[in-house]
């Protein structure tokens, strides 16, 4: 049985259009915030926990247009969320490694 406040694995994830919206403001922000270009390539894995609100954490890949070879690399974002107030802010956009 799974903890009140507990993250949980979101299943499904990668097809999960709720996550791939989050994933692409994840890099939007982070692209607002750093003057970056990267563009969404995939979502790997993400998690919620409740925590006055949605906390999400999604591992995701994105790429750098222009760079030769192309770079893509997996980056892990947390968003937060309350949907009752209008709310969702990027937390953190952390690369991991390269993919």
Same mark, same amino acid.
């Given at each position: 049985?799974?903890?009140?406040?507990?993250?949980?694995?979101? &299943?499904?994830?990668?097809? !999960?259009?709720?996550?791939?919206?989050?994933?692409?403001? @994840?890099?939007?922000? +982070?692209?607002? $915030?750093?003057?970056? &270009?990267?563009?969404?390539? !995939?979502?790997?894995?993400?998690?919620?926990?409740?925590? @006055?609100?949605?906390? +999400?954490?999604? $591992?995701?890949?994105?790429?750098?247009?222009?760079?030769?070879?192309?770079?893509?690399?997996?980056?892990?974002? @947390?968003?937060?969320?309350?949907?009752?107030?209008?709310?969702?802010?990027?937390?953190?956009?952390?690369?991991?490694?390269?993919?």
């Amino acid at each position: 049985m799974a903890m009140v406040g507990a993250p949980k694995a979101v &299943d499904g994830a990668a097809n !999960s259009s709720e996550v791939q919206q989050l994933a692409q403001f @994840a890099v939007d922000q +982070h692209n607002k $915030k750093q003057n970056s &270009d990267l563009k969404l390539v !995939s979502v790997q894995s993400a998690s919620q926990q409740v925590v @006055a609100g949605t906390m +999400h954490r999604i $591992k995701l890949t994105a790429q750098l247009p222009g760079a030769t070879p192309p770079v893509i690399a997996l980056y892990e974002a @947390a968003i937060w969320e309350k949907p009752w107030e209008g709310f969702k802010e990027l937390q953190s956009f952390d690369k991991i490694d390269s993919a």
